[in-house]
């Protein structure tokens, strides 16, 4: 504070510059010039910029702005940039996998891009929010251009059918969101979320009454929509097969991303763990066994991967549900509880976008995901994009050689047995188990003997192939350098 004015740190804002600018400058290359490849080519553009800002930005140790005496609003921290990065990265990937999209003229690629662009700018101020305003309005920016995303394909009825239920079904969690956090404020006067946590800390007579109790359940409600965690996972499917394919993608990852980072960042300085810690372990529980199960019973590639990512949801927030007991044990168990959740999730995007590329050059340019017998044989006419398919699903499933996937399940396991859950890493194991089924019969379908029809998607676009390409190396490269992740993830 200077003056009673807060002083405003522009670097640690850059990245959040960089992919605002993106957005802007991905209209005026599209009102200016007016052509499909220059504005891809500007978008990409600005993703890059936005990876190489928050790796920067980053590496110079933690920066806070709009401070004032309860705390910063905006905090970069290494695990800040981590977050922001993935959103480039993964914003650079899609709309790579979006080129067969955009040629087919369905979509406008000006909107398209702008939209894209103006998620990623949500994703990259939600990883360094560090107060329930900014992080609200910075998971919502993430959100919002997803609903029109959804529904941009012109002529398509089940992209607005799918638009309309992701909406509505956002709406009602964003209004859980904003009513625990409102509630919050009213009980404890804070919305900083060191603040917060003082307040409700385990000995405070705050984090004892009925209505702090109702706010911090209707918080983590709202946030569970975010990462499809049961019971607020019925809008997954349905959006993801009515959208297209590369929103599909983005939606599957970026989302999960931003609903994961806003819950740590709640869960890891805000809310009370005896009270967040049962209720993420019952959802965990939940989501990943519902998730499992359906996903069996699937013949529909999209809504296949959708019901995975349902249960994927559930591995996710495991070790958040062994804070209740970690809590109450060693900041150790605590750390590697968080660490392990950002790990994972860091495993399970790569992977998924992996999958869904594949997907993406299998299928022709606008089509769906389409049935899963129609993969049949496929790895063996496109010998590259079915082993990649196969590595994302082996992956997925926590079996070699998708070393990332295994890992992630092996990390998280771990953090549940430091801190006492050991019921719950049971629970992970078997769950597992179950999930194999579905993404080795998928595996195994693609080298079956095929029929005689030609396989689709016999020439994809270059840029797909090579966003595939990227994916895949990088899925390789974490799994066998897994470490790395977790000690950036453990800062």
Not at 9 to 24: E, H, Q
Not at 191 to 213: I, N, R
Not at 301 to 324: C, D, E, K, N, T
Request: glycine fraction near 10%.
């Amino acid at each position: 504070m200077n003056g009673g004015v807060q002083a405003v740190d522009n670097v640690a804002l850059l990245p959040a510059y960089l992919a605002a600018g993106t957005a802007v400058l991905v209209l005026l290359a599209d009102l200016v010039v007016a052509r499909r490849g220059v504005t891809l080519a500007v978008a990409a553009a600005g993703a890059v910029a936005t990876v190489v800002g928050a790796v920067l930005v980053g590496r110079g140790g933690p920066r806070g702005t709009f401070c004032a005496a309860a705390g910063c609003s905006y905090h970069w921290t290494g695990r800040a940039a981590l977050v922001a990065a993935l959103f480039g990265l993964l914003t650079l990937g899609v709309l790579a996998l979006s080129a067969p999209l955009l040629r087919t003229g369905d979509v406008p690629p000006g909107e398209y891009c702008f939209l894209l662009a103006c998620s990623m700018t949500g994703g990259v101020v939600l990883g360094a929010a560090n107060d329930l305003i900014t992080l609200v309005v910075a998971l919502e920016t993430l959100t919002l251009p997803l609903y029109v995303l959804v529904g941009l394909r012109r002529r398509s009825r089940s992209g607005a059918e799918a638009a309309v239920t992701f909406f509505v079904v956002s709406v009602v969690a964003t209004s859980l969101t904003l009513l625990g956090a409102a509630l919050l404020y009213a009980v404890t006067g804070a919305v900083h979320l060191d603040a917060l946590g003082t307040a409700l800390a385990g000995e405070s007579a705050l984090a004892h009454t009925p209505l702090a109790t109702a706010a911090v359940a209707l918080v983590l409600l709202g946030l569970a929509f975010k990462v499809a965690a049961v019971p607020f996972h019925a809008w997954a499917p349905a959006t993801y097969d009515g959208a297209p394919l590369p929103v599909a993608a983005y939606l599957s990852t970026a989302s999960k991303l931003g609903g994961v980072v806003a819950l740590l960042a709640v869960v890891s300085a805000a809310l009370p763990a005896e009270v967040t810690g049962p209720v993420l372990a019952l959802l965990a529980v939940l989501t990943m066994t519902v998730g499992n199960l359906v996903a069996l019973r699937q013949e529909r590639m999209v809504r296949l991967l959708a019901w995975s990512s349902v249960a994927q949801a559930g591995y996710v927030i495991a070790p958040l549900g062994a804070l209740a007991v970690a809590g109450g044990r060693t900041p150790e168990a605590v750390a590697a509880a968080l660490a392990a959740t950002v790990a994972y999730t860091v495993f399970y995007v790569v992977l998924e976008l992996a999958a869904f590329g594949a997907v993406v050059v299998l299928r022709p340019a606008g089509a769906d995901g389409g049935a899963i017998d129609r993969y049949r044989g496929l790895g063996r006419r496109h010998r590259f994009t079915g082993a990649a398919l196969v590595l994302a699903l082996v992956g997925l499933a926590g079996l070699p050689p998708g070393l990332a996937g295994l890992f992630a399940k092996v990390t998280v396991v771990r953090a549940l047995l430091e801190g006492a859950s050991t019921w719950l890493a049971v629970v992970v194991a078997l769950n597992a188990v179950v999930g194999l089924a579905y993404y080795v019969r998928v595996a195994a379908l693609l080298y079956a003997p095929s029929p005689t029809e030609p396989a689709a998607g016999i020439r994809p676009a270059w840029p797909a192939v090579a966003a595939l390409g990227a994916v895949s190396v990088v899925a390789l490269v974490v799994g066998f350098a897994p470490q790395l992740v977790l000690d950036v993830a453990a800062r």
